[in-house]
């Protein structure tokens, strides 16, 4: 155990924490009939995803947790101090998904851009600290929906804690308040295109990346009060989001200081999975930054260990990266599938690495 520096005592929160955090587990069941656990299931869906499925893909399933719940039970105990280091924590401790009585959390708005590389004005979600001023400036995430997600697909999920997460760590002290924008990640020139499992339709998600650096990140740094720089912007998503927050990382590793992949879809490089035939973005020898790039600070893969949806497709890029001698954190979270317990983990321990490597780096 590599206990270093600083440590936060937020004992007295504790108490407070375990009386607001009921809501936790109720939340997280509501969607565990949306998406087949089984592969059976799963496999009967190729070519052919319901409404209903389309739904869970985008956000990240809840499952039932009661590992998560007792854990957090030793973990809130009175005494305990929370210590800042750079160890990864599989599960996202109930410290930071609770609801605080003493935490005032962001609210999600809506807004729109001109996107010059779809031809058409294009919308995100963004979520601005409780507070927001035009006095203070803040560091931004974008963060990348699943599959047949939109900009809602974030927001309109409130078990995947992400409020509460962002929020607690900031009212710790941990992190600064974040402004995390949550785009629509289907970067179609034709208003008309539908995203589905096929090489064709998966397109305007690749071509994201030109939306997100020439149009939508700018937009962001003119309308809103914001710190810009790699240090200060980081990039995560799920699923098809973990692909191409992956994908976006290696071509433009000089724009984001701290990366998070969870549960990263297939398809970076050429592959058929149970539900289509990937032609791929990048050869297995590209899968890495370029030689003399300057790279994020922290750029984590993670997955859970039954995921359902993208088996170990998380772990072959680990794999790939390692092959490559590109520096990532690889983690497994135990027992959870293609759910919101991975989105909160990966969330978590991108904000604890930033909060590890900002508090090293001073
Ligand atoms: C695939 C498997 C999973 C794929 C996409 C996904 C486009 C995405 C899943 C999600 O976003 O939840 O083969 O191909």
Redesign the pocket.
């Known amino acids: 155990m590599k206990k270093r520096f600083i440590s936060f005592m937020i004992a007295c929160m504790m108490t407070t924490l375990l009386c607001a955090c009921e809501t936790n587990t109720r939340e997280e069941s509501t969607m565990t009939e949306n998406i087949a656990t089984e592969s059976s299931e799963q496999e009967e869906n190729v070519g052919g995803v319901s409404e209903e499925d389309k739904g869970s893909?985008?956000t990240g399933i809840a499952t039932e947790d009661s590992s998560e719940n007792s854990s957090a039970t030793e973990e809130t105990s009175a005494e305990e101090a929370f210590v800042l280091t750079d160890e990864i924590e599989e599960r996202c401790p109930i410290a930071f998904t609770a609801t605080r009585k003493d935490v005032t959390y962001g609210e999600y708005t809506h807004g729109t851009y001109q996107s010059t590389t779809c031809g058409m004005e294009r919308g995100y979600c963004i979520l601005l600290p409780a507070d927001y001023s035009m006095e203070k400036k803040y560091p931004v995430l974008y963060l990348l929906h699943?599959?047949?997600?939109n900009e809602y697909s974030f927001s309109g999920d409130s078990s995947n804690k992400i409020k509460e997460i962002v929020g607690n760590m900031a009212a710790e002290g941990l992190i600064e308040e974040t402004i995390i924008v949550c785009p629509n990640m289907y970067a179609t020139t034709d208003p008309k295109q539908q995203p589905g499992?096929d090489a064709e339709s998966?397109l305007p998600y690749d071509n994201f990346i030109n939306d997100l650096v020439t149009d939508l990140m700018p937009h962001i740094e003119k309308e809103y009060s914001v710190l810009t720089g790699r240090e200060n912007t980081y990039l995560g998503g799920?699923?098809?989001?973990g692909?191409e927050t992956i994908f976006i990382a290696l071509q433009k590793p000089e724009l984001f200081g701290y990366v998070c992949a969870i549960?990263a879809?297939?398809?970076i490089v050429a592959t058929t999975?149970?539900?289509?035939t990937?032609p791929g973005q990048l050869a297995e020898d590209e899968v890495k930054f370029a030689e003399d790039a300057t790279v994020p600070n922290v750029f984590i893969l993670c997955c859970g260990t039954r995921d359902s949806?993208?088996g170990t497709y998380p772990k072959s890029y680990h794999e790939l990266l390692e092959a490559n001698g590109t520096d990532h954190i690889w983690y497994e979270i135990t027992g959870a599938d293609?759910d919101n317990n991975a989105i909160k983990s990966g969330l978590y321990n991108l904000f604890k690495q930033i909060a590890y490597d900002k508090a090293t780096d001073k």
Do not use: E, Y
């Open positions: 893909f985008a699943g599959i047949f997600g499992f998966c799920f699923s098809m989001g692909r549960s879809a297939p398809g999975d149970k539900f289509m990937h949806v993208v293609h």
